[in-house]
């Protein structure tokens, strides 16, 4: 008889990993100079050392995952280049580039740019101020697409055109979650009801009611632990790499059946950036 259980209902050995493709970049040139978001504060010192170090568990822990990690080369002058996941959003082979809003970091754009060009992508540059799969989020066939703080809402119908998929603008009100994967972790690429956990108080009313009514059985995360930037996390469907100190986060990933792999960020976290955000998915 075929199963009954509701997705979130299903059990470890229920879920089913599937190795991703990724990109990262070493964060050899990470400090925090400037301010452009809550987290980043100047004046205190960073480790550069020490953010390398728990970088490398990342990238190792997705190697022992049987992940095929890519690395674009750091630039120098370029400490948030780290973040990865801003460099643009690839999907079907098509990489639609950044352009970022602050100019701090425009110049990254086209570093990734010429990565994926170089890596044998079709890339789009884009005409609208978006950062990346750090507001854009593939869940099922849909794309999740945040607004508020740094991609304009006029880049979610660029990435419609590109892409040909059906594009959901979530507008973000909370400026500590300045970007869609601090406040939304896709757990299960499936697309159904349990497929994501998010926080609700990121976003305006509008938004939290899209949410609800696309994924009724979501896992609803505490701002304890969305301000560690739990939900900044990476899954393959099974395993979800997700910052340590969110506890709460990984005690209801596993009543829901993934395992929960806890890395340390801290360092990275001063940046405003976590597992997610050193992460770019590349889908051929």
């Known amino acids: 008889m075929p199963s009954t259980l509701l997705d979130s209902e299903r059990t470890t050995e229920e879920r089913v990993a599937t190795p991703r493709t990724v990109l990262m970049c070493r964060p050899e040139h990470f400090?925090?100079?400037?301010?452009?978001?809550?987290?980043?504060?100047?004046q205190l010192p960073t480790d550069t050392a020490l953010a390398v170090r728990q970088w490398q568990t990342?990238?190792?822990?997705?190697?022992?995952?049987?992940f095929d990690v890519h690395l674009i080369?750091?630039?120098d002058g370029l400490p948030d280049m780290v973040y990865a996941a801003n460099g643009g959003f690839v999907l079907d082979n098509v990489a639609y580039g950044a352009r970022f809003w602050h100019p701090e970091r425009q110049p990254e754009?086209?570093?990734?740019?010429?990565?994926?060009r170089a890596n044998g992508f079709?890339?789009?540059?884009?005409?609208?101020?978006?950062?990346?799969e750090g507001d854009f989020l593939l869940v099922g066939d849909v794309i999740l697409a945040g607004t508020g703080f740094r991609s304009a809402s006029d880049s979610h119908a660029e990435a419609?055109?590109?892409?040909?998929?059906?594009?959901?603008?979530?507008?973000l009100v909370d400026p500590r979650f300045y970007h869609l994967d601090t406040a939304v972790a896709v757990l299960d690429?499936?697309?159904?009801?349990?497929s994501v956990a998010y926080l609700p108080a990121a976003f305006d009313e509008a938004s939290r009611r899209i949410l609800e009514t696309r994924f009724p059985d979501a896992v609803l995360v505490s701002d304890t632990d969305a301000t560690v930037l739990g939900l900044n996390s990476f899954s393959d469907g099974r395993n979800v790499v997700i910052a340590s100190r969110a506890t709460g986060f990984e005690k209801s990933l596993r009543e829901r059946g993934y395992t929960p792999i806890g890395v340390d960020l801290s360092e990275l976290l001063l940046g405003g950036g976590g597992v997610k955000c050193c992460t770019l998915e590349l889908r051929r």
Do not use: C, K
């Open 58 to 66: 990342l990238h190792d822990t997705y190697v022992g995952l049987g």
């Open 160 to 171: 419609g055109e590109v892409f040909g998929r059906e594009v959901v603008t979530l507008r």
């Open 189 to 194: 690429s499936d697309g159904g009801p349990a």
């Open 122 to 132: 079709d890339v789009r540059e884009p005409r609208e101020v978006n950062e990346g």
């Open 109 to 116: 754009g086209p570093a990734y740019m010429d990565w994926f």
């Open 73 to 75: 080369d750091p630039v």
């Open 31 to 42: 400090t925090v100079s400037y301010r452009i978001n809550p987290w980043m504060q100047p």
